[in-house]
Structure formats: structure tokens, C-alpha cells
């Protein structure tokens, strides 16, 4: 057993409901690197249409994981934090992916139909949703929880790793007052600015992984 799996596994144990906030700093498990071309990914979104990361080179992409029933997602859109985020840097043409990893059977799985039913009912506005019910592209960058962030530059490289903001709790009154990470990566990104903060502790639920073999 790898070490990233047997760390995965005992994430899982802790957190019965899958509620985790992991202090950790970038991927250096899963070898994704800022700086480095981020890795790529052809599936299909919810609706049908595949998505391919090589395609969207030349514009600014966010990953953002989820998983509905994580307290530490619900917070963000509950709080209509991650909307305002979406609808913000979408009409600034930024392609917002929001990805669903778990299997079926775990927490916060999804079909196509339950996931643009929540994306209705949540006033969410991604670019597309893409399910990966094998963690395969879960696995490729290393994502630990929901809602784990990355920034991928018009070139393709990573520009930001790690959470969502620095108020690393399930509680939407933290909304307030926050430094939402992802936000401050793209604004300096759209200036042509270097990013400032390319790391940041990533916390939320565990990311549920599908069995490799699966």
C-alpha cells in the first residue's frame, strides 16, 4: 500500500461523515506542483459534453472540488460565497470546473441529473460540472477535500494550490472578513501580476476516492 493511500485511508477513518479539516500545505503527495503544467484531463460534464484541459489552453481555469453534503461546502454555498465567486470570474471568462470525485455509494455522489438539479437549486453558475466517480483526476492533482481549490494559468501552468480562504471552519459568519485565496490568484492573474499566495492550507471533507481498481 502507497503512502498517499494509506494516508486517504486514514483520513477516512477519522472522519466518519467525512468531516476533516487537513492542515497541509500544497500536493507534495501527488507530485502536482505550482509552477508546473497542471495535469491533463479529457471527461465529460454533466451535460454531455467533454471537457478537455488541453482545449481551454489560453484562458484562466479553476478547479474547484465538491461534495454537496460536506458542512464546509454547504458553508460556502449557503453563504452564496462560492455563486458570487463563480458568477464573478465566469463573466470575466474564466472557466470555472467543478468536479464531483466520489464513487457511487459514498458521500456526496452524484449522477448528471442530481448534480445540474443542484447546480439549479444552489443559484450556482460553474462554467461546466464533471464527474469522476474513479478519482481519476482527483488523483492527478492530489485533491484531500472539498472544497480543495487550484488555478491553472493561461498557459497551463498551476498557479494556486490549497483552500478556498484562510477561516478554516464550517461556520458561514466566517465568510466574513475571510481572504478568499482564490479570488486574490485571479485578480492578480487578470492584472498580469504574479500570484502572491500559491499555497494555502486546503481544508473541508475528505475527498471520498474510488478503489484504484475500480
Known sequence: MTISRRILLSAAAIGAVGLLAIPQFGNASSG???????????VKDTNGKTVSLADLKGKTVVLEWSNHECPFVKKHYTGNNMQTLQKKWTGQEVVWLTIVSSPVGEQGYVDAGQANKLTTERGAAPSAVLLDPKSQIARAYGATVTPHMYVIDKTGKLAYA??????????????????????????????????????????????????PSA
Not at 490549497?162 to 492578480?188: Q, Y
Open 162 to 211: 490549497g483552500g478556498i480562504d484562510d477561516k478554516p471552519s464550517a461556520r458561514i459568519d466566517d465568510l466574513k472578513g475571510a481572504k478568499n485565496f482564490v479570488d486574490s490568484a485571479l485578480t492578480e492573474l487578470a492584472q498580469g501580476k504574479a500570484v502572491s499566495t500559491t499555497t494555502a492550507r486546503p481544508y473541508g471533507c475528505t475527498v471520498k476516492y474510488a478503489s
Open 32 to 42: 502536482v506542483q505550482v509552477g508546473q503544467p497542471a495535469p491533463a484531463f479529457s
